[in-house]
């Protein structure tokens, strides 16, 4: 599915990096481990890790896109 279907129905902000807002998004993951091309990467604070801090290891591992809250 399109990035743009899956955000379509959602207040949102999209802001791209120079990526392509109309990427196509083959998963969905929120632990580093589950990443994969083409992979939607939640960026999630958790109890011990800030997904937050992992966003640009996620990209290196092939996330297409990023849902951040800062």
């Not at 899956?6 to 802001?15: C, F, G, N, R, V």
């Not at 580093?32 to 800030?50: A, H």
Request: charged letters at 30%; glycine letters at 10%; aromatic letters at 4%.
């Amino acid at each position: 599915m399109r990035l743009t279907e899956l955000t379509a129905k959602y207040s949102h902000e999209l802001i791209s990096g120079g990526g392509q807002l109309d990427t196509e998004i083959s998963s969905l993951a929120n632990d580093l481990e589950d990443v994969e091309e083409g992979s939607l990467f939640f960026c999630l604070r958790g109890k011990s890790v800030d997904g937050h801090s992992l966003a640009k290891r996620a990209i290196k591992k092939g996330a297409a896109a990023l849902v951040v809250e800062r």
